[in-house]
């Protein structure tokens, strides 16, 4: 035996060392570290004693304070007889000393399998609590694996009760009593103290395990990360709390779920403090402001959250069958393990397509439930408004960027600008009437075209042209699957789910707000200011007008479709057969392509298609002059036209070969030229072409002030001005005939009116 001296801080017994012996601590306290535990040895200790019944150490031993210990070598169990030969009172002395120790290991076992019986069944209680709540306010659930799997620890074989007590009771004794027992017998001694160390060190591998239990788990109660039962709590407050409902069910569990954390004792004071600040500090009196049977976007978004299992959500909103479920997430996972997704193999392209018949199932009834009016997760939002579904094809950046977006869609919304979702509400409201399909076939002309296959009866015409349901069917089945489509700019690649390799750039960026359609639609206007005007008939019997025709004009509406594409097209150039209707224009909501050039372009195509439908089978007879017929004839002839020179008529050949001989394209072209180019005085147009143009598209005022002092434009000026002149003495004639009767000014003829000054 030897006095041994070790300093604070000193790690003077490693894990692996071979056994070398036994230390008892005289004074000061020894940090013992185990691969799942650490605790503290004070005087009296026996240092080494877990490892006495092996032939090396399995803990670390370091010194927590200045230490002064008695060193016994000691290899084998043998070696307790030379130690109690030295001095026989060594036996009760390492005796008592096993005994407390396996006591305190003991206690310290029972203490953790309390903790974790008490913590899987608050976790486990508070988990039903928090589903059992979003049934109750219509929330949806988060899905957190750990949480849907919990167990209870598995421990194999538990302590049993009397070996505690017994430890209990035996580390009570006076030493002097257990001298007396163990009679000073080194056997008996020996025995004693290896069972001790039995119990004591399958104590210290139960506390490994329960530990190991509880670290791996502590975070699903709470954590720094989205992913634990508070933050869902949380999540779901303010998500009640946006709809207006009662949250104080679910701020006295979160309440409670603090206070089990500061008891339990697992957590660092910081991560609740910090937890808990957030969390007291959110006001919950921000409410939604809800239009019944819809969902309207709020004015204050949606607070973003990470760990969302978006696809789920979407999933479980739509309450698609659990089936049909299971196998889109199952094609969705091949699509996203293609090596190459833009692949125009067969098997990629059948695909592709049961992916996107999936979509438009999906899409439908998220749009039904959506119907109801009640809560709509932010997921759902991002999946009617951009096809999203999928956090790893859309990228968790993008994916970010898209919430926020989801929660300022009013953005994109306009007394003529709606959002995809937005407009089908419309159709359900009965607020528009649906698109013609890509046979150019309205609702009417469909259910007409179902009477005569026989797949309707005469009786159900009248009923479903009234049924607004069956409109929006019609509607997302043909509008929508088309235009998604074609929007997107690559047909033969095209998936609906919105994929990272179409967003280039930021979200932001991309995104077409409200604010920036109408911007482009108004630079064109400002220049072709009689791009949107339309005759139409007023009568006033009564002031003894019978009918003059007036300038009105109608704006179109822009209707957002959710991919990230790169084209726009004119679906239809009225709502139906009356000339003052609102035409159709797509655009998708997502687009790095500058939208005042794809306005433009679909500018040019309205030009053309309402000339088309206005002059009606007369579009191209020359002998009824309009823009169509007149430009059909230029382009028809371009050949033996003598005001064209030879290399004016190679461009138009080529512009031709572009257009695939499509005159209406030709005349886009020329179309864009006219708008950018052409109004600023640089000449893009041959002579004949421009003469088309101005006379059906003029400039406005300002630009024909600026460009008159240029030969090209001064005639063409000239011939227009006299005869704007002449149709606004008529109409100046019967305003004053009309006022003179007793007629007055309206609204409407007032814009006529100054339709003759722009």
Request: with cysteine; charged share 30%; proline share 3%.
């Amino acid at each position: 035996m030897e006095t041994v001296k070790v300093s604070k801080g000193r790690h003077f017994l490693k894990k692996g060392d071979r056994l070398k012996g036994l230390f008892v601590i005289l004074q000061g306290n020894v940090r013992v570290i185990t691969e799942n535990d650490e605790f503290r040895m004070n005087a009296g200790s026996i240092v080494g004693l877990p490892e006495s019944l092996s032939d090396s150490y399995v803990c670390e031993y370091v010194a927590e304070t200045d230490c002064m210990l008695y060193a016994f070598p000691y290899r084998t169990v043998e070696d307790y007889k030379k130690i109690f030969a030295e001095d026989e009172k060594y036996v009760a002395v390492f005796a008592m000393g096993a005994v407390h120790q396996a006591d305190m290991m003991i206690r310290r076992y029972d203490t953790f399998y309390r903790k974790a019986r008490e913590f899987h069944r608050f976790l486990s209680e508070s988990f039903g609590d928090y589903q059992k709540l979003c049934g109750a306010l219509g929330m949806p659930k988060k899905q957190v694996a750990g949480l849907n799997t919990l167990a209870p620890v598995d421990i194999k074989e538990p302590i049993q009760a009397w070996v505690g007590a017994y430890y209990e009771r035996m580390s009570a004794l006076p030493l002097a009593a257990l001298d007396q027992q163990l009679a000073r017998d080194y056997v008996i001694g020996t025995g004693a103290i290896s069972n001790a160390v039995f119990w004591m060190k399958k104590s210290m591998e139960q506390v490994g395990v329960i530990k190991s239990y509880l670290r791996e788990r502590k975070d699903l109660l709470l954590s720094g990360t989205p992913e634990n039962l508070f933050r869902m709590y949380f999540e779901l407050a303010k998500k009640a709390a946006y709809t207006g409902a009662d949250i104080s069910p679910v701020q006295q569990r979160i309440a409670e779920l603090i206070e089990f954390a500061r008891k339990i004792g697992f957590y660092p004071e910081q991560l609740l403090r910090a937890q808990l600040t957030e969390y007291e500090n959110y006001d919950f009196t921000v409410t939604a402001q809800a239009e019944s049977g819809s969902q309207e976007e709020e004015e204050i978004a949606e607070p973003y959250e990470e760990g969302i299992d978006y696809l789920t959500e979407i999933l479980e909103y739509s309450g698609w069958q659990e089936e049909k479920a299971q196998s889109f997430r199952a094609s969705l996972q091949e699509y996203k393990n293609l090596p190459d997704m833009l692949a125009t193999t067969d098997d990629v392209r059948r695909l592709r397509r049961k992916i996107t018949d999936d979509f438009y199932a999906i899409y439908e009834l998220c749009f039904f439930h959506s119907l109801k009016g009640d809560y709509m997760p932010t997921s759902v939002k991002m999946f009617l408004n951009f096809g999203f579904m999928d956090e790893e094809l859309a990228g968790r950046e993008n994916t970010r960027s898209l919430f926020e977006a989801a929660g300022h869609m009013r953005r994109c919304k306009a007394g003529n600008v709606y959002t995809i979702y937005e407009w089908l509400l419309s159709i359900y409201r009965g607020e528009n009437e649906p698109s013609r399909n890509e046979f150019d076939m309205d609702y009417t002309g469909y259910l007409n075209e179902q009477k005569k296959t026989g797949k309707i009866t005469a009786a159900q015409v009248p009923v479903l042209a009234k049924d607004n349901q069956e409109k929006l069917k019609f509607e997302m089945q043909n509008m929508f699957v088309s235009t998604n489509r074609a929007t997107y700019g690559k047909i033969s690649t095209f998936c609906p789910i919105l994929c990272k390799d179409d967003i280039i750039g930021s979200v932001d960026h991309m995104l077409i707000t409200a604010e920036k359609a109408n911007e482009a639609l108004d630079e064109i206007r400002k220049i072709d200011f009689s791009l949107f005007y339309r005759e139409v008939g007023f009568s006033d019997p009564e002031h003894e007008v019978n009918m003059e025709m007036i300038q009105k004009e109608v704006i179109p509406y822009i209707i957002l479709m959710p991919n990230a594409g790169s084209k726009a097209m004119m679906w239809q150039e009225t709502a139906g057969i009356k000339k003052d209707t609102q035409a159709r224009f797509i655009f998708p909501i997502l687009t790095v392509t500058d939208v005042g050039e794809l306005m433009v372009e679909v500018c040019g195509r309205f030009r053309w298609e309402m000339c088309r439908k206005i002059q009606g089978v007369r579009w191209n007879d020359i002998t009824e002059a309009s823009l169509t017929s007149e430009y059909n004839d230029y382009i028809q002839y371009y050949r033996k036209n003598h005001d064209l020179s030879a290399d004016a008529k190679e461009k138009v050949k080529n512009a031709l070969y572009k257009s695939k001989n499509n005159y209406r394209e030709v005349f886009v072209k020329d179309y864009q030229s006219w708008i950018r180019y052409e109004s600023k005085g640089s000449f893009r147009l041959n002579k004949v072409s421009r003469d088309i143009i101005f006379r059906y598209c003029p400039f406005n005022k300002a630009i024909r002030t600026e460009l008159k002092v240029n030969p090209m434009y001064r005639e063409m000026f000239e011939k227009y001005e006299i005869l704007k002149d002449r149709k606004a003495r008529h109409m100046l004639l019967w305003y004053d005939r009309y006022q003179k009767k007793g007629g007055t000014i309206t609204e409407e003829l007032q814009v006529n009116k100054d339709f003759y000054d722009l």
